[in-house]
T-cell receptor, first 114, second 118 residues
Framework: KQEVTQIPAALSVPEGENLVLNCSFTDSAIYNLQWFRQDPGKGLTSLLLIQSSQREQTSGRLNASLDKSSGRSTLYIAASQPGDSATYLC?????????????FGSGTRLSIRP | NAGVTQTPKFRVLKTGQSMTLLCAQDMNHEYMYWYRQDPGMGLRLIHYSVGEGTTAKGEVPDGYNVSRLKKQNFLLGLESAAPSQTSVYFC?????????????????FGAGTRLSVL
């Protein structure tokens, strides 16, 4: 059974620092992995999606990497800003079919101190 | 372009009551999903649909039913609500057709429905 883990559950860093959020999964047979941002009381916003054949995706100050063999993905945030404060979730689509089920991690709550 | 719209935003039910949550998307997406989010447990998939007229069970389907009679709408029903169904419910959709492999798999979420069952 696919399990997705995000450690730590919460992280606080000063503004301007570069930081890395971690996501691990137990079954390497994934279709894709997606990183989301969730603000308090809001829905989820997709940040980056990495297909199983890809190693990384970049968008602005964000870079997501994928290492299927080790069952790990990282989300790198450069030059963090207070507006980056939110909960970040990763999710994997299990299996090789586009109709496969999606499994979410429980998220990392990020706080950027001004 | 409203994206994914969920109604209602809030609801309080008594144990045993029934209700239907509505999800509507105006992006012509093929796939739609219903999730519940509970503290410390992330999001768990309840049911999903790969197209009009089709539905499938997710990770936690018990106590819920769904219907996708129209492509743009995905309904989640609770026939007899229980306190364990107190949660925040999210609907999402994804294209799954056309565009790049990345673009067609991105999920777009609604703002959520906060449900309390007393």
């Amino acid at each position: 059974k696919q399990e997705v883990t995000q450690i730590p559950a919460a992280l606080s860093v000063p503004e301007g620092e570069n930081l890395v959020l971690n996501c691990s999964f137990t079954d390497s047979a994934i279709y894709n992995l997606q990183w989301f941002r969730q603000d308090p009381g809001k829905g989820l916003t997709s940040l980056l999606l990495i297909q199983s054949s890809q190693r990384e995706q970049t968008s602005g100050r964000l870079n997501a990497s994928l290492d299927k063999s080790s069952g790990r993905s990282t989300l790198y945030i450069a030059a963090s800003q207070p507006g980056d404060s939110a909960t970040y979730l990763c999710a994997v689509v299990a299996g090789y079919s586009s109709a496969s089920k999606i499994i979410f991690g429980s998220g990392t709550r990020l706080s950027i101190r001004p | 372009n409203a994206g994914v719209t969920q109604t209602p935003k809030f609801r309080v039910l008594k144990t045993g009551q029934s209700m239907t949550l509505l999800c509507a998307q105006d992006m012509n997406h093929e796939y739609m999903y219903w999730y519940r989010q509970d503290p410390g447990m992330g999001l768990r998939l309840i049911h999903y649909s790969v197209g009009e007229g089709t539905t499938a069970k997710g990770e936690v389907p018990d106590g819920y039913n769904v219907s996708r009679l129209k492509k743009q709408n995905f309904l989640l029903g609770l026939e007899s609500a229980a306190p364990s169904q107190t949660s925040v419910y999210f609907c999402a959709s994804s294209p799954r057709e056309g565009g790049t492999p990345v673009a067609k798999n991105i999920q777009y979420f609604g703002a959520g429905t906060r449900l309390s069952v007393l």
